[in-house]
């Protein structure tokens, strides 16, 4: 996305369409290659070789069920983890027990996918991270709120 697009936003809201395949084709191309993979294009946004590796061992942590405690505070406390890290560490360890391999997913997903829409603009993948985060947590909380009755919830006045 060129700087121009980003700074006018209905251009950007009209090419939402676009943006958004893009940003899911990005995921799905390089999805197969491996978490690391997609851990190391972010180190163009701020990722340190660091954050890298303790990410992977926290998402591996998460995949086995581990206590993530110590990985947790081990990316939030260290002194040169990039923002992006300490933001997906801290989501990840704010997330009931049961969604935190979900929320780990879509805020990693959610970054890499800002990562090509903004053109490496660091506090948009930031912010993409907090949000793909949230949005994950907000649609579980969505689905068990409506039980079954989405439509009685969108029609209400």
């Not at 851990?39 to 890298?52: A, F, K, N």
């Not at 206590?67 to 560490?89: T, Y």
Request: aromatic content about 4%; proline content about 3%.
């Amino acid at each position: 996305m060129s700087k121009p697009l980003r700074n006018d936003l209905a251009v950007f809201a009209q090419q939402a369409a676009v943006l958004c395949q893009r940003a899911i084709e990005r995921n799905r191309e390089d999805a197969h290659l491996g978490l690391k993979y997609i851990l190391l294009r972010l180190t163009t946004v701020g990722l340190t070789m660091d954050d890298v590796n303790e990410l992977q061992k926290l998402a591996v942590g998460l995949f086995e069920k581990d206590d993530i405690a110590p990985l947790v505070k081990k990316i939030v406390h260290h002194k040169s983890a990039s923002p992006l890290a300490v933001a997906i560490a801290n989501a990840v360890e704010a997330t009931p027990e049961a969604q935190r391999q979900d929320v780990f997913l879509g805020a990693v997903l959610s970054a890499h996918a800002a990562h090509d829409v903004s053109e490496r603009d660091a506090g948009s993948v930031l912010f993409a991270a907090v949000n793909g985060a949230a949005t994950i947590r907000t649609t579980a909380l969505t689905q068990q709120f409506l039980g079954g009755k989405a439509k009685e919830w969108a029609l209400r006045p």
